[in-house]
């Protein structure tokens, strides 16, 4: 009588590693952008983050998004300086140029309408929610902002 019931907040949930889920950074779309197709956004994003052309391209030529990942991870190899100043910009490009090439998968995101999108990761508190859903969620907050720039450029 004193409580009043919770309201649901929707949430469209996604998980970036997924291969099956277009929204993900590991969905197999190819795209073109800098000059250079692309397996996936994934792939894009690891190359970016190494100065060194050639092993940037041993990324790109990586067999799946998995692969492109653990070649991302390299000790062997240093990091951009701006790395992290830069990342999310990266991210934001490659995901972006993946909608605006593939309208089914832009379609996909403006229907999910205005609703929150978290991208639910357990271990990892930057891109992902995190297993508390304390984390940063970058990458659900980066779709929310494609979506928005999507739906603006759909009323010009």
């Known amino acids: 009588?004193?409580?009043?019931?919770?309201?649901?907040?929707?949430?469209?949930?996604?998980?970036?590693?997924d291969p099956n889920n277009p929204l993900s950074s590991y969905s197999k779309h190819t795209f073109e952008l800098d000059g250079h197709e692309w397996p996936s956004v994934e792939h894009y994003y690891q190359?970016?983050?190494?100065g060194d052309a050639e092993y940037a391209e041993q990324i790109r030529q990586a067999p799946t998004p998995t692969d492109a990942a653990k070649l991302?991870?390299?000790?062997?190899?240093?990091?951009?300086?701006?790395?992290?100043?830069?990342?999310?910009?990266?991210?934001?490009r490659g995901t972006y140029i993946k909608c605006r090439t593939y309208p089914d998968?832009?379609?996909t995101l403006l229907d999910s309408g205005d609703i929150g999108i978290a991208n639910v990761s357990q271990y990892d508190y930057f891109w992902?929610?995190?297993?508390?859903?304390?984390?940063?969620?970058?990458?659900?907050?980066?779709?929310?902002?494609?979506?928005n720039k999507l739906a603006e450029e759909m009323k010009q």
């Open 47 to 50: 190359a970016m983050k190494f």
């Open 1 to 17: 009588m004193f409580f009043k019931p919770k309201e649901e907040k929707k949430l469209l949930t996604v998980n970036r590693s």
């Open 105 to 107: 998968i832009a379609k």
């Open 72 to 92: 991302g991870k390299s000790k062997q190899h240093d990091k951009r300086k701006d790395w992290d100043k830069v990342k999310v910009t990266v991210m934001t």
């Open 128 to 147: 992902g929610s995190g297993r508390d859903m304390r984390g940063h969620n970058a990458y659900g907050q980066m779709l929310m902002d494609i979506r």
